[in-house]
């Protein structure tokens, strides 16, 4: 079983920057995929950024250039630096997380078994 604890959600203004963290713990003797999700009130989620069993990165083309994804195995920390963000990136942002092989696919949210509570982030026009 693995557990996931998202930090660093907030409030900014458009154009400002916000830095998400994951922590990962439990079975965590293997380096998993790993992603970020967010889902606005009334829609649905939508993969943001992700990092497969590979190495490989993957990014929503709306985020592409904005944010970036890095994971730390050693600390079991996956990041997501987000700057230029915008009103319409207003949502809950989850990360997940998978212990099996997973090589790409990391933005659709049925590839994950693991998730954490999420974190919010409010971006003011």
């Known amino acids: 079983q693995v557990q996931l604890l998202e930090s660093g959600g907030g409030s900014v203004q458009a154009g400002g920057s916000l830095r998400l963290s994951c922590t990962a713990s439990?079975?965590?003797?293997?380096?998993?995929?790993m992603g970020w999700f967010r889902q606005a009130p009334g829609k649905e989620r939508e993969g943001v950024a992700g990092?497969?069993?590979?190495?490989?990165?993957s990014y929503a083309e709306s985020v592409k250039g904005r944010f970036t994804i890095s994971q730390d195995n050693a600390k079991n920390t996956l990041n997501l630096q987000m700057i230029s963000l915008k009103p319409e990136e207003t949502a809950m942002y989850y990360c997940a997380a998978d212990d099996r092989y997973v090589l790409g696919g990391v933005l659709d949210p049925s590839v994950f078994s693991y998730w954490g509570q999420g974190t919010q982030v409010t971006v003011s026009s």
């Open positions: 990092i497969d069993s590979g190495g490989r990165t």
């Open positions: 439990g079975a965590t003797y293997r380096r998993y995929a």
